[in-house]
T-cell receptor, first 112, second 112 residues
Framework: KAGVTQTPRYLIKTRGQQVTLSCSPISGHRSVSWYQQTPGQGLQFLFEYFSETQRNKGNFPGRFSGRQFSNSRSEMNVSTLELGDSALYLC???????????FGSGTRLTVV | SQQGEEDPQALSIQEGENATMNCSYKTSINNLQWYRQNSGRGLVHLILIRSNEREKHSGRLRVTLDTSKKSSSLLITASRAADTASYFCATDPSGSARQLTFGSGTQLTVLP
């Protein structure tokens, strides 16, 4: 079966712009989570969606937002980009979190 | 912030040797999971151990969990060059199985 698909793979944006990243989970998985990975802070939880509802949110500013559609596909948006937002953004889906998560290959965002 | 610390931060061994990585965490957990990441790509789920389990095996992987010490270890036996990657432990600290908190990771290099 297809894995978790993230698009685009790479993105370069300018400070102040906004960006939207997309994630298609494994078929049948209704939970989608987003993580940010940077060399300095490591892997940090952004938010988790289930059946179009945000159930959990990490400690990130309001510039980071997301949503989930009825087909479980999810998008995350970052507005007013800052240099520090440069990171690998990872999406993960799960049937049930206590069985482990399947991660996508990530979107590498560079803010210049 | 990261829940756990991993030890060592980097490990270099010869092919055929065993590799042991340790993870410590701070809060009570539902389960602890280990993931592998190759060169900044997506994470691959390796194994999940529940809080009421003490040891688990999967192929060449052996994971132990000591909830009294809040620590876990991952043993990879008979290492191969293809095992070269970063390894992360992740805990679900919330009890809701919706959010992972990752350790800082161990960079394993297996020399041919």
């Amino acid at each position: 079966k297809a894995g978790v698909t993230q698009t685009p793979r790479y993105l370069i944006k300018t400070r102040g712009q906004q960006v939207t990243l997309s994630c298609s989970p494994i078929s049948g998985h209704r939970s989608v989570s987003w993580y940010q990975q940077t060399p300095g802070q490591g892997l940090q939880f952004l938010f988790e969606y289930f059946s179009e509802t945000q159930r959990n949110k990490g400690n990130f500013p309001g510039r980071f937002s997301g949503r989930q559609f009825s087909n479980s596909r999810s998008e995350m948006n970052v507005s007013t980009l800052e240099l520090g937002d440069s990171a690998l953004y990872l999406c993960a889906s799960s049937l049930r979190g206590d069985y482990g998560y399947t991660f996508g290959s990530g979107t590498r965002l560079t803010v210049v | 912030s990261q829940q756990g610390e991993e030890d060592p931060q980097a490990l270099s061994i010869q092919e055929g040797e065993n590799a042991t990585m340790n993870c410590s965490y701070k809060t009570s957990i539902n389960n602890l999971q280990w993931y592998r990441q190759n060169s900044g790509r997506g994470l691959v789920h390796l194994i999940l151990i529940r809080s009421n389990e003490r040891e688990k095996h999967s192929g060449r992987l052996r994971v132990t969990l000591d909830t009294s010490k809040k620590s876990s270890s991952l043993l990879i036996t008979a290492s191969r060059a293809a095992d070269t990657a970063s390894y992360f432990c992740a805990t679900d600290p919330s009890g809701s199985a919706r959010q992972l908190t990752f350790g800082s990771g161990t960079q394993l290099t297996v020399l041919p």
